[in-house]
Structures are given as structure tokens and as C-alpha cells.
């Protein structure tokens, strides 16, 4: 069983930079693929981002491609997203997840474990 706590969120202005940050407990975190997904009030979970056990692979939304960037420590147990240039329409719960096989790395469905999330507010 793998346990999952994201971290950094807060209140930023538009424009702004922040760093998620997920520690993973529980597990053999180097077996995982990680991602982060987000999901906004009235809004269905959406990926925001996901990195392969080895970090060699990265895939992105195109909503964030060149405003975040995913990356893992795997001595640490953790996996970091840092987003930057930040919009209101970024604004939503963000979710840590674990997944142990998968191809696309896109879909809920791919992940068997996530975290409680943390809350990201971009003023405007």
C-alpha cells in the first residue's frame, strides 16, 4: 500500500511560480509511474502531468506544456511538479498519484494510488 502527500499549494498571483511537491510512503516508489491531475469546482479531474519510474519519460497537458515541469527524486521518495507563469484557469485541487502499469499515462484508471491533494488558487 502506498501513501501519497502532496504539499506547496497555496495562493498565488497570475504570473506566479509555485513547486507541488508529493512524498510517497509505503512502497517501492522507483516501481511507479507518477503523475498529477487537477480538478477544478464543477469540473471533472483533469492530468496535468505524469513521469515514468525513471524519469527518461515525461508527458504533459497541453494546457501546461511549457509552464510546468514534472520531475522525481527517487533517493527521496518524491515526485515535484514547479509551475510557473501561473493563470486563474489553473486554479483547482491538485492530486498526487501512483500508478504501476499503464501506457499512456493520461487516465484515473492507469493510477492505483493518490493522495488527498492539494489546494492551488491563482488570483488574477
Known amino acids: 500500500q502506498v501513501q501519497l502527500v502532496e504539499s506547496g499549494g497555496g495562493l498565488v498571483q497570475a504570473g506566479g511560480s509555485l513547486r507541488l511537491s508529493c512524498a510517497a510512503s509505503?512502497?517501492?516508489?522507483?516501481?511507479?509511474?507518477m503523475g498529477w491531475f487537477r480538478q477544478a469546482p464543477g469540473k471533472e479531474r483533469e492530468f496535468v502531468a505524469a513521469i515514468s519510474w525513471s524519469g527518461g519519460r515525461t508527458v504533459y497537458a497541453d494546457s501546461v506544456k511549457g509552464r510546468f515541469t514534472i520531475s522525481r527524486d527517487n533517493a527521496k521518495n518524491t515526485v515535484y511538479v514547479q509551475m510557473s507563469s501561473l493563470k486563474p484557469e489553473d486554479t483547482a485541487v491538485y492530486y498526487c498519484?501512483?500508478?504501476?502499469?499503464?501506457?499512456?499515462?493520461?487516465?484515473?484508471?492507469?493510477?492505483?494510488?493518490w493522495g488527498q491533494g492539494t489546494q492551488v488558487t491563482v488570483s488574477s
Open positions: 498519484a501512483a500508478g504501476y502499469s499503464g501506457d499512456s499515462y493520461y487516465y484515473t484508471y492507469e493510477y492505483d494510488y
Open positions: 509505503g512502497g517501492t516508489f522507483r516501481e511507479y509511474f
